[in-house]
C-alpha cells in the first residue's frame, strides 16, 4: 500500500529557509500536496504539485518533485514565527479520491 | 466563506456511551471523509463517502464504529461503546473528485 514518509521534528532561524522533505512509495501518484496545520485547528492546503511538473513556486514556497527518487520537498524562504506548524505531505494516486498523508513535520521557528 | 463545519468542537464522555460527530460539509462537493488524528498514529483514513455512497470504510472498526450521510449536507461519525482508545481527534473534509480536500477544525474526543 501507498506509504508516505516525513522527519518528525525541523527548528529553524526566523528569516531562514526551511526545508520539509517527504519520500512516498506509490509511483502512480497523480497529484502530491502539502497542508498545513496550526495549533487546534485543521489542515489548510498550502500547495501541490502534478506529477509532471518538477517545481513549483508560490511566493515564499518552492516545491521541487524528484519522481525517479519519489521525494518531495518544501522550502519556505524567509520563514517567519507564523509559520510554525505542522506540515502535511499527501500523495493522491491514478483514479483515487482519497489522499495518504505523511506523520507530518513539526516546524518550530525561533525567533 | 465556505467551510466545512464540524460539531462538537469538544467532546469528554465515559467509555462506554456513545458519541455521534457531525459534519457539515461544503455546498456542492461530492466527496466527504473522516480521518482521526492521533499523535502516535497521525492522521489515519476512516472512511469516505462519493455521491453519498461509502466507498471506504476499511480503515474504521466496524464493530463499534459506524459512517453515514443522511443528506448531501450531513455526514456523521457513531462510535457505540466508546473506549478510552478512541480519544482522539476526528476530522472531516470534503472536496471534489480530484481536487483538494477542506478540513473542518476537528472535534476533539476524550474517553475517560
Known amino acids: 500500500g501507498e506509504d508516505v514518509e516525513q522527519s518528525l521534528f525541523l527548528s529553524v532561524r526566523e528569516g531562514d529557509s526551511s526545508v520539509i522533505n517527504c519520500t512516498y512509495t506509490?509511483?502512480?501518484?497523480?497529484?502530491l500536496y502539502w497542508y498545513k496545520q496550526e495549533p487546534g485547528a485543521g489542515l489548510q492546503l498550502l500547495t501541490y504539485?502534478?506529477?509532471?511538473?518538477d517545481m513549483k513556486q508560490d511566493q515564499r514556497l518552492t516545491v521541487l518533485l524528484n519522481k525517479k527518487d519519489k521525494h518531495l520537498s518544501l522550502r519556505i524562504a524567509d520563514t517567519q514565527t507564523g509559520d510554525s506548524a505542522i506540515y502535511f505531505c499527501a500523495e493522491r494516486g491514478t483514479g483515487a479520491n482519497n489522499l495518504f498523508f505523511g506523520t507530518g513535520t513539526r516546524l518550530t521557528v525561533i525567533p | 466563506d465556505a467551510r466545512v463545519t464540524q460539531t462538537p468542537r469538544h467532546k469528554v464522555t465515559e467509555m462506554g456511551q456513545e458519541v455521534t460527530m457531525r459534519c457539515q460539509p461544503i455546498?456542492?462537493?461530492?466527496?466527504v471523509f473522516w480521518y482521526r488524528q492521533t499523535m502516535m498514529q497521525g492522521l489515519e483514513l476512516l472512511a469516505y463517502?462519493?455521491?453519498?455512497?461509502?466507498?471506504?470504510d476499511s480503515g474504521m472498526p466496524k464493530d463499534r464504529f459506524s459512517a453515514e450521510m443522511p443528506d448531501a449536507t450531513l455526514a456523521t461519525l457513531k462510535i457505540q461503546p466508546s473506549e478510552p482508545r478512541d480519544s482522539a481527534v476526528y476530522f472531516c473534509?470534503?472536496?471534489?473528485?480530484?481536487?483538494?480536500?477542506?478540513f473542518g477544525e476537528g472535534s476533539r474526543l476524550t474517553v475517560l
Open positions: 463517502f462519493r455521491n453519498r455512497a461509502p466507498l471506504d
Open positions: 455546498l456542492g462537493h461530492n466527496t
Open positions: 473534509a470534503s472536496g471534489f473528485d480530484t481536487g483538494e480536500l477542506f
Open positions: 504539485i502534478f506529477s509532471n511538473m
Open positions: 506509490d509511483s502512480s501518484s497523480t497529484y
